[in-house]
């Protein structure tokens, strides 16, 4: 069975900035570029998902990647 805690998101700026995304087991977490970790509710995730998406912020790109296999929340 996939869960949310499978992927890993990014989103990235023109300029090559990264921010990954993260499911854990108590919720989500934001790593920013400079290794910054914020926690984010699911609705607070959205909100920076869906600009990019609706390409509303043409310099931001989203990418989902699947987490290796050992990385996951809940091993």
Partial sequence: ???NADYVIYI????????S???ENDGWTR???NGRVHRLSAEQLLSHLLPPLA????GLSVR????????DADD
């Fill in 31 to 33: 790593t920013g570029p």
């Fill in 1 to 3: 069975m996939v869960r």
């Fill in 12 to 19: 990235t700026t023109k300029h090559g900035r990264t921010w």
């Fill in 64 to 71: 989902v990647e699947r987490r290796p296999r050992g990385e």
């Fill in 55 to 58: 390409a509303d912020q043409p």
């Fill in 21 to 23: 995304h993260l499911k």
